[in-house]
Structure formats: C-alpha cells, structure tokens
C-alpha cells in the first residue's frame, strides 16, 4: 500500500438506530491496524470531527431515507463514490426504520401531523429505490462477517496489489 494512494472512504447514516456503526466501531478493535494503512477514513463522523464531502472510493450507507433532504444527500454521496454499500436491513429493504410504511389509515392520521412537522416522505424508502447500490449487506444490525468479506473484496478490487 506504500506506493499506492489509501482507499477513500465514506460512512453516512440516515434514519435508522446507528447499530451497523456501532458494530463497524467495535471490528475496529480487531482491525484498526491494518485498516489505517489501507484506508483513507475521509468521511466517518462517528470516527472524527473534520470530513471531507469530496469523493470516495467506497460509500457506506446506512439507514433508510425518509426525507427529501436525505434524498439529495443520498445521491450526492452516489455521484461521489465509485462503490455505493447498503448496510443493515434498513438500507436494503427499508424496515425496520420504515414501520410507518405499513401503518393502517388510521394509525397514518395520528402521525400525519409529524409528516407534515419534518417534512418527511409520504413512504420511506430503501436505499436502492433513490440510486443505485452494488453491494447489500442484510442484517439487523448488519451481518459481520458479510461486511468484513466485502471489505476484502472490495481492498482486493481497488487495491490489487495492496
Ligand atoms: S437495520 Fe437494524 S440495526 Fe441497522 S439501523 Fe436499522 S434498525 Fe438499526
């Protein structure tokens, strides 16, 4: 990796519990070491306080969109990465940061208020229904060892000779 430029790296999370950070935060127990040589944490709030919004090799997403703000963002963070990654089951399928989706007409009247207050979505919506995603990563919070499998591929696939 010394003679190559360190893997960009971004994390975002929208609406959602943050339990996917949590978990990348504690695998960092056991890969900081390495990780630190390899990447370039650009764009991690839960890591440091300056980020940079320029460009990314790889985009971590987490969390569902339930805004328009979070609409633009999302896809401000697609036209910056060349990987997109959905991570948890928010991202991917929307649930469970997207209960509201399956509420009934009358439970939507008793929330219709909040809407309105946040300017929310009428529907939440998973990641890939805004821009598109090349790797999902399922789970609740996210599956560990898929994640560290697409770490690998991904160092592997950006940095082959690292
Ligand atoms: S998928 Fe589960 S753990 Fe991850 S943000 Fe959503 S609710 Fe939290």
Known sequence: MENQEKIKLGWFSFSCCEDSTIMMTEIMND???DWKRIFDFRHVKVLKSHNIMDEFD?????GAIAGPDQEEKVKEIRSKTKYLVAVGACAVVGLPAGQR?????????EIDFLITRFGALPKVLKVSDVVKVDVELPGCPMNTEMFLKAVDTLIKTLRPNS
Not at 58 to 62: H, I, L, N, R, T
């Open 31 to 33: 890969h900081w070491q």
């Open 58 to 62: 790889v985009a971590f997403v987490e």
């Open 101 to 109: 989706n399956t509420f009934t007409e009358a439970q939507n009247a």
